[in-house]
């Protein structure tokens, strides 16, 4: 019997890290859903920046193609979900912690990060990136 899932997303994790005061992981809350989820947790000692970006297939510059969020994490553990944009479906996705988030007007430039986006961030305590595999179960356009 052939069970029809239009999308099977998986998450190729490169690495995660996790220690007694710090940590953070990737997983993937797809089901088969659209559009599916990608949850990053962690849990963390001191008040840091979490930075997720996504990456659709064939990126070539990371700052004008990737998508790029920043949320304040405060110290405890944590849980983030975020939606997966169909275009970004076979891409990349990359997940950092960061002490500093230091706006434009703070930054020492030329920072190309700070001319797009306002800000950049400083000092990585922790990165993991995975690939977002999909394979098509049940043929394209469903
Ligand atoms: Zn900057």
């Known amino acids: ?16 890290a996790w220690s007694q005061e ?6 993937l809350d797809a089901k088969g859903k659209r559009p ?6 962690g849990q963390v000692s001191k008040a840091v920046w ?7 297939y064939g990126t070539q510059n990371v700052l004008a193609d990737g ?14 979900s975020f939606t ?14 960061w002490e500093k988030k230091v706006p434009s007007a703070n930054c020492a430039g030329p920072c190309e990060w700070c001319k797009k986006n306002g800000y950049h ?15 098509a179960a049940g043929g394209k356009g469903k």
């Open 36 to 41: 599916a989820k990608l949850v990053v947790e």
């Open 84 to 97: 997966i944009a169909d275009r970004l479906l076979g891409g990349g996705v990359e997940a950092a912690l």
């Open 121 to 135: 961030l400083e000092n990585q305590i922790l990165y993991v990136y995975g690939s977002l595999a999909q394979s």
């Open 67 to 80: 998508t790029h969020q920043v949320l304040q994490i405060p110290v405890g553990r944590f849980e983030h």
């Open 1 to 16: 019997m052939r069970k029809l899932v239009p999308l099977l997303l998986t998450l190729a994790l490169c690495a995660t």
């Open 22 to 27: 710090l940590g953070l992981s990737l997983k």
């Open 50 to 56: 979490l930075g997720v970006s996504f990456y659709p």
